[in-house]
């Protein structure tokens, strides 16, 4: 059975950084970050295609990174310059197949982590 599991997530200032990870049992090749806050659509942030490479959504590039460490089937999300409308449940997604051209939409992953919470004060 499939498993993500994020961590990493927390409470921070303005301003403060989070390191968020997630650790799949399976390798997977197309991976993502998302989040949502309460009473606002799931968001697509950042994400990876292990062949090809990176992309960040506009709304935190400059922001926040995306990398990741294959030998240990581990994604990671690097949050600077972190800001309270940044406070969601953060969720890590994975496939091992492209189900769609966007890869910042839900339903181009198959696979979903439980998720994390951030929360930055002002």
């Known amino acids: 059975q499939e498993q993500l599991v994020e961590s990493g997530g927390g409470s921070v200032q303005a301003g403060g950084s989070l390191r968020l990870s997630c650790v799949t049992s399976?390798?997977?090749?197309?991976m993502a970050w998302f989040r949502q806050a309460p009473g606002k659509e799931r968001e697509g942030l950042a994400a990876m295609n292990t062949y090809v490479g990176s992309r960040i959504a506009d709304s935190v590039k400059g922001r926040f990174t995306i990398s990741q460490d294959n030998s240990k089937n581990t994604l990671y999300l690097e949050m600077n310059a972190l800001k309270p409308e940044d406070t969601a449940v953060y969720y890590c997604?994975?496939?091992?197949?492209?189900?769609?051209?966007?890869?910042?939409?839900?339903?181009?992953?198959?696979?979903w982590g439980q998720g994390t919470q951030v929360t930055v004060s002002s």
């Open positions: 997604a994975a496939d091992s197949w492209v189900r769609t051209e966007d890869r910042f939409i839900a339903r181009a992953y198959a696979y």
């Open positions: 399976v390798f997977r090749a197309y």
